[in-house]
């Protein structure tokens, strides 16, 4: 933040374009594709629909979590089965669920630090396809089989094969746990719950909401030109529609679902969290003068972000202290806002960041000022459905609410300043600052 | 010229392959001669190893010289040009010398046969580099001992399969099957030399299987190759089409275990026999033929204009247009653009049937491949080829619509079985550059492809679109801007001649059988069921519209239509097809055609029809003549100039005989009074130019 007066002078960074697939269900339409196949669609599609030729590229960056082992640095993969030239270079990020935002903002930076004109940015994230892993110990076994060269060596060898535990441990599960605390994500949001007394009925509302805006924006083509046509194998009937929408979604139906991290008498359910899902979203960045010299439409630039730390345990919180930093050093209030998106892993997250933001208690004690900053209103808030409705293909989203941010600033409100917050599993918490007019005052 | 040096440094001496003359190494009459003089000096003199290679880029050595085969009458003398090759490959085995063969590029037939000859074989890892023994294509077998060592060297299993389907291997497989004793990289070749000098002369190998030295299994072995091979010609007296294919079974049961010197007679004696069929003489014919077309001047023009395209966008993803993107998918980016996405998902469902072969997917060709619902992607495309709708006006629109979008020197493409393409370009300001594509189906088999020049098209566009398809490995044609072209045109009659003998009462599964026993791909009443009875009828009325000549389709063919028998695509039509399979005849065959009902009625209908079913012969020549007067009236008409090229089409078009040399080539063998009797008996009036045929004899 001390440098907030030299970032006056840095390049404005323009997002010319972006699309993303459709969300498809874990094991749903999507199951035939993996992370690369998603990926390549994505910026194929991107590159296809915008006027940059793959020539103009300088970069590639792709946020990913659940990295997949035949395709290490998959962002290059990626970039190489699309048709990206070779010559462009490609890494992939992580900083688990705001990997896809990650690799924005750094591509911004790079763009603003003059090491790049043009970057094509993302997320990427193929829960379907996460891995079952074996125990170490079956690991450590089988690395003494090959170095085993007699009989006599090998038989013990194999006992011990034999005795190590053979069940596979579920990778998904795992990286949706975070080691330091040792909570699964769910079970932080129940502490969130619990600590900000968010009953049950409070998280359903909240998700019947999401469906249902989700649902009527869908119904009224909004989304549209934001999803591509994906023809999945191996039917390649069309996908368009973001598979978890549940149209006909009710309290009476959603309250009878059992909670799932704290039995029996925890409140989040699978009803009231976000789905797991597959998807990918790609955008490209450019300088604004790379962007006027070319022509080349612009749908919004990206004025600021910042990340935070928190609490672990409480690590759905995130999004008020990346928030509140990211205003703070902007000079803004919550009310210069004309659309807000806090990503939705948990309807009861989602409610106790609302609630910390227009807490002067929470404010004074955690965030070190004096006054609340503020919680956006209901009706710039999630406006076309979150998480709950759509899913959260945890790398991806950070690209996805950026997407959406800039067209509900174009189509929705005429312009105007945006922020899209996520909270981060292992207590942290990303903002993005959009808007649809270059910051003022500069070249 | 010297077309083979014998070079020796130290303990090597190398057998180099290079000539100025061809663009790749052939076993002629030169190459062999200087072979001869060359191995004489090396048993004076034996090195102690002894290099095969060549010094062509992408080739060792592409087989005996296919001119020389052609040439051969004489049964001795097919013999006795085996047995030459023979004995140079056997000199170079008995060497005292570790040989080798550095096989860099295309080694084939007579040149895999001397590579085989060596004690070993070095591929080197390169994508020309491709192995086979490919003499079955050309109705023949290896005959310069490939049948004897290949076998000792791979396993009969897997040599009867190379044999027998003339597949080529990859360097990488051939390592894996043993044919070759190392896959290495071009800049390893010292290394894999001296690596395996040391290993030393092969004294003996394995008999693999062990299996099939026991009598019992060898014979139930061989039933099984042979009934897994006539599967794919069923309907043809095998015999007498490709007389190759029994002989090559009983060489290769026969010399199971018998010696070297032995089995060598025979397989000369056995060449000697196949070399003189006029099927050799038809295949060898056809292969030029279908050279001669990829290779054309305005091909070779395009070429190099051509290797710079990136991206296709194929409009219309029905059966034809999802083919061609497939097709198109192998070179270059593909989008594939349609209106709805109902019909685009039916596309690339085909698409991913393409794709699939043997359960497995080549995702990263399919991946290549983008479906479009609007009109994106297309600032960058090199080519765009229609496969929509057969309607000028929906033609046209699409070419003002693309021309939008597109850059200025895009390929414009149709992919139009009967509309005019000048009538394409009237009043477009693109029309330069429009030209017409005319594919086959299903257009990934089918090779030929209709290249056709509106008046506006450039030399230029024409060139390129050339050399365009004969970048996907098709073989393109340049026909006139004339209603049906040359194939549609000339299969009409067929078809109309096929369902005339119908009416006379012929059976649908009669004639079809004879069409298919001549050895058509599919007969003609099928052909009308697969390719839909709705475009049938749509052709065969424009074309008798355009032609006075020419017969529409009966009517009672039109009430099927309007009654919605479409053939394959509606389940029924003369035949039921069953997810894409033929079924039964269509039972309500009867209540069209007049003559289908009688014989229904009738229980014993075989017995009492029996007097009035044509001969096979009749049948032929009723649906095969009509056919050559409209390819004779193309060549007047000038259709397509070289007489050549007509044979071609017929053969890579619609599957015309291969083993019959073509259309022209099959009635050339016809005594010219009896066939211009035919001629009239069938109401035609016979070409003026009928003595083209002269030329095919």
């Known amino acids: 933040m001390a440098t907030r007066s030299k970032r006056q002078h840095k390049t404005d960074v323009a997002i010319v374009a972006g699309i993303r697939t459709p969300l498809g269900k874990a094991s749903g339409v999507f199951d035939q594709l993996n992370v690369v196949d998603l990926g390549v669609l994505s910026v194929r599609e991107v590159l296809a629909r915008s006027p940059v030729s793959r020539d103009d590229i300088d970069q590639v960056i792709i946020g990913n979590v659940i990295q997949p082992s035949e395709a290490a640095n998959v962002a290059r993969v990626i970039a190489l089965t699309a048709g990206v030239p070779r010559r462009v270079p490609a890494h992939t990020v992580h900083r688990n669920c705001a990997s896809g935002m990650q690799a924005i903002t750094d591509a911004a930076e790079k763009i603003q630090l003059g090491r790049a004109d043009v970057v094509l940015a993302g997320g990427v994230e193929s829960m379907t396809h996460a891995p079952l892993l074996f125990h170490d110990r079956f690991r450590a076994a089988m690395a003494k089989l090959s170095r085993a060269r007699t009989v006599q060596q090998k038989l013990p060898v194999l006992m011990e094969i034999a005795k190590a535990p053979w069940k596979p441990r579920i990778a998904l599960l795992e990286g949706l746990t975070d080691p330091t605390v040792g909570l699964g994500m769910g079970q932080t949001a129940e502490v969130l719950a619990r600590e900000f007394g968010i009953s049950r009925r409070e998280q359903d509302e909240f998700s019947v909401q999401s469906h249902h805006r989700a649902a009527t924006s869908w119904d009224e083509g909004w989304f549209d030109d934001e999803v591509m046509h994906v023809f999945a194998p191996p039917s390649f009937a069309v996908v368009h529609r973001d598979e978890g929408i549940r149209a006909e979604q009710s309290l009476e139906a959603l309250a009878k679902l059992k909670p799932v991290f704290d039995k029996p008498l925890g409140s989040v359910t699978a009803g009231n969290s976000s789905q797991i899902t597959d998807g990918a979203a790609m955008l490209i960045l450019a300088s604004r003068e790379k962007a006027e010299a070319e022509g080349w439409p612009v749908m919004g630039y990206l004025h600021d972000w910042a990340y935070a730390g928190c609490d672990p345990a409480r690590m759905g919180l995130g999004p008020v202290f990346a928030t509140q930093r990211l205003l703070l050093s902007a000079g803004m209030s919550v009310s210069d806002l004309a659309r807000v998106e806090i990503n939705e892993a948990f309807a009861a997250q989602v409610l106790a960041c609302l609630k910390a933001m227009d807490s002067d208690a929470f404010a004074n004690k955690y965030l070190g000022i004096g006054k609340a900053v503020g919680a956006p209103a209901m009706d710039i808030l999630n406006v076309h459905g979150g998480a709950v409705a759509f899913g959260h293909p945890v790398g991806m989203t950070g690209a996805r609410l950026v997407l959406t941010l800039l067209r509900q600033l174009r189509d929705d409100t005429g312009g105007g300043l945006a922020v899209g917050t996520l909270c981060i599993g292992g207590g942290q918490g990303g903002a993005v600052l959009i808007g649809s007019e270059p910051a003022g005052g500069e070249s | ?697």
Not at chain 2, 31 to 37: N, T, W
Not at chain 2, 381 to 399: C, F, G, M, S
Not at chain 2, 418 to 444: C, K, T, V, W, Y
């Open chain 2, 1 to 697: 010229m010297n077309v083979v040096s014998l070079i020796r440094e130290a303990n090597i001496a190398r057998l180099h392959f290079e000539r100025s003359d061809k663009p790749v190494n052939v076993l002629d009459d030169a190459c062999i001669v200087q072979m001869e003089a060359h191995l004489e000096a090396l048993e004076a003199e034996p090195p102690e190893i002894l290099v095969l290679d060549s010094g062509m880029a992408g080739c060792f050595i592409a087989g005996a010289d296919l001119d020389m085969i052609a040439a051969v009458t004489d049964e001795k003398k097919a013999t006795q040009l085996a047995e030459r090759g023979q004995s140079l490959c056997r000199r170079i085995e008995v060497l005292p010398s570790v040989s080798i063969a550095l096989v860099h590029g295309a080694c084939m037939g007579g040149g895999l046969e001397m590579a085989l000859a060596c004690d070993y074989i070095v591929a080197v890892d390169d994508k020309r580099t491709q192995l086979a023994l490919p003499e079955i294509k050309i109705g023949i077998h290896p005959g310069f001992g490939g049948c004897v060592r290949l076998p000792k060297r791979v396993g009969w299993i897997q040599a009867v399969e190379m044999i027998l389907s003339g597949r080529a291997v990859d360097a990488k497989r051939a390592r894996r099957i043993g044919l070759a004793a190392l896959c290495s990289k071009p800049e390893q070749q010292d290394d894999a030399v001296s690596y395996l000098a040391a290993k030393g002369k092969v004294k003996t190998r394995k008999f693999n299987p062990w299996w099939l030295k026991l009598w019992p299994a060898r014979v139930l072995f061989f039933q099984q190759v042979e009934k897994k091979t006539y599967a794919r010609l069923k309907h043809l007296d095998v015999e007498a089409a490709y007389p190759a294919i029994p002989a090559t079974i009983a060489l290769l049961q026969e010399i199971i275990g018998m010696s070297d010197g032995q089995a060598l007679a025979r397989e000369a004696e056995s060449l000697g026999r196949l070399a003189v069929t006029p099927t050799c003489k038809n295949l060898i014919r056809v292969f030029h033929l279908g050279d001669a077309l990829k290779k054309q001047d305005a091909a070779k023009r395009g070429r190099k204009a051509v290797a710079g395209f990136k991206k296709a966008a194929v409009y219309g993803a029905g059966v034809m247009g999802g083919g061609i993107a497939w097709v198109a998918s192998k070179t270059m980016d593909v989008d594939l653009h349609e209106v709805d996405a109902e019909p685009l998902a039916r596309g690339m469902r085909g698409i991913g049937r393409l794709a699939t072969r043997r359960g497995r997917t080549d995702s990263k060709r399919l991946n290549r491949i983008r479906p479009v619902l609007d009109s994106s992607g297309l600032s960058d495309v090199d080519v765009v080829i229609e496969a929509v709708l057969e309607d000028i006006k929906v033609k046209r629109k699409l070419w003002a619509e693309v021309g939008k979008y597109v850059p200025t020197e895009t390929l414009l493409l149709s992919n139009t079985s009967s509309l005019s393409i000048s009538d394409m370009q009237h009043r477009r300001a693109n029309a330069e550059r429009i030209a017409g594509m005319h594919f086959f189906n299903p257009a990934p088999k089918m090779p030929l492809v209709e290249v056709i020049a509106g008046e506006k098209t450039t030399d230029n566009t024409l060139d390129k679109t050339c050399a365009l398809a004969a970048s996907w490995g098709k073989y393109p044609i340049i026909v006139a801007d004339r209603p049906g072209f040359l194939i549609n045109r000339c299969l009409m009659p067929y078809m109309v001649a096929a369902l005339n003998l119908l009416e006379t009462g012929q059976k649908p599964e009669h004639v079809d059988g004879v069409l298919k026993r001549f050895g058509m791909p599919m007969g003609a009443i099928e052909l009308a069921d697969r390719v839909g009875l709705d475009i049938c009828h749509h052709v065969g009325a424009h074309l008798a519209e355009a032609f006075e000549h020419q017969q529409a389709m009966p009517g009672w063919f039109d009430r099927m239509v309007e009654a919605g028998l479409l053939g394959e695509k509606s389940g029924k039509g003369f035949f039921v097809y069953e997810k894409g399979k033929q079924g039964v005849l269509n039972p309500e065959l009867g209540t069209y055609l007049p003559s289908a009902r009688v014989k229904e009625q009738e229980f014993d209908a075989d017995m009492a029809a029996s007097a009035d079913v044509m001969t096979a012969a009749d049948i032929e020549d009723a649906c095969l003549i009509p056919m050559l007067v409209e390819a004779l009236q193309c060549l007047s008409e000038q259709v397509v100039e070289d007489p050549l090229h007509l044979d071609a089409a017929f053969v890579y078009g619609i599957g015309f005989p291969p083993f019959r040399g073509g259309l022209l080539r099959h009635f050339a063998s016809y005594d010219e009074s009896a066939l211009t009797q035919k001629i009239e008996a069938l109401g035609l009036i016979t070409p003026d130019n009928l003595e083209v045929l002269h030329e095919f004899q």
